[in-house]
């Protein structure tokens, strides 16, 4: 199959890439706009009163070494999902530069112009407006330029609370394997950050008088920002859907639900570690998730039964290179000592003691080995170095744990483990270039993601589990010199999911209940 | 017409300003004189309330500065900065307008009275929408001066208005200076530590020291009746100079015996100094006798002032 290139997928997807380009403007306007609103009289105050200048700033400086996502993750009680909790994150990281920047400036401007100034009777009000804030633009206008940089960058992470922005982009190319995609997010992010800082810097050249503009550019920019965020949420529906960027880009997910099902939603693209929480919350109703989740019992949520079959089955497998196990003999029998031994409901459970007792992913896999008989004593051998790798999610982590101690156990070698790699592309590829030697991956991911065949080839494959291993296994053999072990036993597959309360008021028990009830809202 | 009372300012336990009583008359001015540290512009600044005293009182016009608010009494106070205090962002225009534009004048208005002092200050009218940084240092003062001058008031304060620049610009701007009528009925106050520039501009002299005013008088009581050794010590270097420009050639006439003709043929007016009288007759042999007559005259006058 001939490979799209960057340019046809930026012809077919450019009505999304222009309404993200549009969305990440106005994320960053709004909340640049909104720092300078709070930043730059709080530089002021503090300028004015310097025994809060050290606290202000101090405080500012904490807020902005927050690692982002974190920050975004604090948000989300306080304001829900959506553009509000990452504008208002984005205001956090753009306040200390503007803050500084006008405290700094403020404080610099030569004590004698404002004696002069004073002496010639002006007001603590005149003397800010006329003599300070304008000596001071200069050193204020590079702490804006700075913000704004910092937010065209911060603003592609939006997309983890379903505000959207490149970030869609961005994040759904790397879970989905598509270089394209992530070009198509990246290339217009970096243009914008450069764009933006070059606009700042001309109005920074053409001085203080031309800020008076301004004052008729911003109703007009906040009128579009504003008519940015009324109109994707003036969607009929008044169900709230909210899929992960790589359900959003699958075959076997939005693009299924459509072509198969014909269901037609604008749906909000949101981060697999908030959604499940969003939605026992009411702030979304239906959500992507994975059958094996252990969220799905703490959260109370509904499976809906997939009668159309566009969910092909995902069985989880360890993958590794031939040749790495022939340079580890033994290592495929400790591996293979966990075939078949996690069943769906275990694997929730397994889930479940992670994500919401806080049991770690180690204590976890300690608990099952035990239960199972399967625990053995490290043998601290020197044999060599096995890498193991894993997605960032929790149900890796407990697998990398439990092939850790099996191999320790039953091998001679160590294990060195690199958990937390972003998404499917990213472990494949350091799988590829030998920078692990292996990880856990589904079935149905090895078949659409990293295979992507046919249509036909699809349909005919996915009907039945073994047929979809032994189809991937051949196919990577060939392609990659990969082998897919055998199968740990769960199916992790795809699935669409709502409160059990509100999915038995509607009376919506599968997907095409879903369907038929979306049609008759229309 | 200004009356300090008793006025007081210390800084941290240190007295800068010690006690001091002076007065300030119309169609004066007054120069505090002394050297750096004193408290000469302490004091100067505390008339327009930049600085606040620990106490004492300040009358302007019999009435307290502490009467009105501390903006409303600077716009009715003219200041002169030692490096012109010009605002970088602004044009020469909007640096001259910024009084009229506080007290809200019309733009008509505003502009007529740019362009008197323009003419009054020999500035052209281009410098008008150049930056301060344009400028020459003597272009900026002369700036500054009709920046003070232009909401016409009473009372004019000068901190060193001429330290920053150049002895041949500080000559011009000083004959200019002197001959300004805008000033004739003002009431002015001149910082300087400057001795030639406080015997050019000042009617009156205060020398201050260590917070006190030494002395106080005319130029002519300063260095004819020093009150103390301080006083005549402080002078000592500059004494004969400044004796000479001191005297006018109205005054020697009467020492003058033959008093000739010379006064005429030299282009000289008895508003002369003398100093500036000997000058132009010894670069001429012409003059060999008058000159020798005119030193002659001052040496007598001399000795009945001094006593």
């Not at chain 1, 000592?337 to 994500?355: E, F, P, Q, V």
């Not at chain 1, 996915?462 to 990969?482: C, E, L, M, R, W």
């Not at chain 2, 200050?121 to 920046?147: F, K, M, T, W």
């Amino acid at each position: 199959m001939k490979q799209q290139s960057l340019w046809e997928f930026v012809v077919e997807q450019h009505e999304k890439l222009f309404s993200q380009i549009l969305e990440h403007l106005g994320l960053t306007f709004l909340s640049l706009f909104l720092a300078i609103l709070v930043g730059v009289p709080l530089g002021i105050l503090i300028a004015r009163n310097r025994k809060l200048a050290n606290p202000v700033l101090g405080i500012a400086g904490i807020l902005q070494t927050v690692p982002s996502i974190a920050l975004l993750g604090f948000m989300i009680p306080a304001f829900g999902i959506g553009a509000t909790p990452a504008i208002v994150a984005l205001l956090i990281y753009a306040l200390l530069p503007i803050i500084r920047n006008t405290y700094t400036g403020i404080t610099g401007v030569n004590p004698l112009l404002i004696e002069s100034a004073t002496a010639l009777g002006m007001n603590k009000r005149q003397l800010l407006f006329n003599i300070q804030l304008p000596l001071a633009m200069p050193v204020i206008m590079a702490g804006i330029r700075t913000a704004a940089v910092i937010n065209v960058g911060v603003a592609t992470l939006a997309s983890f609370v379903a505000a959207g922005g490149l970030g869609e982009f961005i994040f759904g190319g790397i879970s989905l394997n598509n270089t394209n995609m992530i070009l198509a997010g990246a290339i217009p992010a970096a243009l914008l950050a450069i764009l933006l800082d070059q606009c700042i810097a001309l109005l920074q050249k053409s001085g203080y008088a031309s800020l008076r503009y301004l004052k008729l550019g911003i109703p007009i920019l906040l009128a579009i920002v504003a008519v940015i965020y009324v109109w994707p949420s003036a969607s009929k529906s008044d169900l709230k859907f909210g899929f992960t960027p790589e359900f959003m880009g699958r075959q076997d997910g939005d693009l299924g639900l459509r072509s198969v099902y014909g269901i037609q939603i604008k749906p909000k693209v949101v981060s697999d570690a908030i959604m499940y929480k969003a939605a026992s919350e009411g702030e979304l109703d239906v959500i992507s998730g994975y059958s094996t989740d252990g969220r799905i019992q703490v959260f109370d949520l509904l499976v809906l039964e997939d009668d159309k079959n566009i969910f092909p089955p995902y069985y989880a497998a360890p993958i590794i290179k031939t040749k790495t196990l022939a340079k580890f003999p033994g290592l495929k029998d400790a591996l293979d000592l966990l075939a078949g031994k996690i069943s769906d409901s275990l694997m929730r459970d397994l889930n479940y003691k992670t994500d919401f007792q806080n049991l770690t992913p180690e204590k976890v896999a300690k608990d099952f080995l035990t239960e199972n008989g399967l625990l053995k004593e490290k043998r601290n051998g020197n044999a060599g170095t096995i890498r193991i790798g894993s997605k960032i999610f929790g149900e890796q982590y407990i697998l990398v744990a439990i092939y850790k101690m099996l191999i320790e156990g039953n091998t001679d070698y160590q294990v060195e483990t690199k958990t937390g790699l972003g998404g499917t592309k990213i472990c494949f590829d350091a799988l590829a270039n030998d920078a692990i030697d292996l990880y856990p991956e589904y079935t149905g991911t090895g078949l659409l993601v990293l295979l992507n065949p046919s249509q036909e080839t699809i349909r005919k494959v996915s009907q039945h589990p073994d047929k979809t291993y032994d189809y991937v296994n051949a196919a990577f053999k060939k392609q990659y010199g990969i082998e897919w072990l055998q199968p740990i036993g769960f199916n992790n597959a795809y699935a669409l999911m709502m409160r059990q309360k509100q999915a038995a008021s509607l009376g919506i028990r599968s997907i095409s209940d879903l369907k038929d009830y979306l049609d008759k809202a229309n | 017409m200004i009356q300090v009372e008793s006025l007081t300012k210390r800084y941290n336990g240190k007295t800068a300003v010690d006690s001091i009583s002076f007065q300030a008359n119309e169609q004066e001015i007054l120069v505090l004189l002394g050297t750096s540290g004193c408290g000469k512009t302490t004091t100067l600044k505390m008339i327009n309330r930049l600085i606040e005293p620990d106490s004492g009182t300040i009358l302007i016009d019999g009435k307290s500065i502490r009467e009105q608010q501390a903006e409303q009494l600077r716009m009715g106070i003219g200041f002169v900065m030692q490096h012109s205090g010009l605002f970088p962002h602004y044009t020469i225009r909007q640096n001259i307008a910024v009084v009229p534009k506080l007290l809200k004048w019309s733009p008509k208005q505003t502009e007529q009275r740019t362009q008197e002092l323009l003419e009054k200050l020999h500035l052209s009218e281009d410098v008008l929408n150049r930056y301060p940084q344009e400028l020459s240092g003597g272009q900026q003062q002369r700036v500054g001066i009709a920046r003070a001058l232009i909401a016409n008031t009473p009372v004019l304060l000068m901190d060193e208005p001429f330290g920053a620049l150049d002895t041949i610009t500080k000559a011009d701007i000083h004959a200019e200076f002197k001959s300004l009528q805008e000033l004739k009925n003002k009431t002015v106050v001149l910082v300087t530590h400057d001795v030639q520039e406080a015997f050019e501009l000042g009617h009156r002299i205060a020398l201050m020291d260590n917070g006190k005013i030494i002395q106080i008088g005319t130029r002519e009581e300063i260095i004819y009746r020093p009150k103390n050794s301080f006083v005549s010590e402080f002078f000592a270097e500059n004494r004969l100079l400044l004796e000479y420009k001191l005297t006018s050639i109205s005054a020697l006439m009467p020492y003058l015996h033959e008093s000739g003709n010379f006064l005429n043929q030299s282009n000289l007016s008895e508003s002369d100094s003398t100093w500036h009288a000997l000058q132009k007759l010894s670069t001429d042999k012409t003059h060999a006798l008058d000159y020798e007559r005119l030193s002659q005259a001052f040496g007598e006058y001399r000795k009945s002032q001094i006593r």
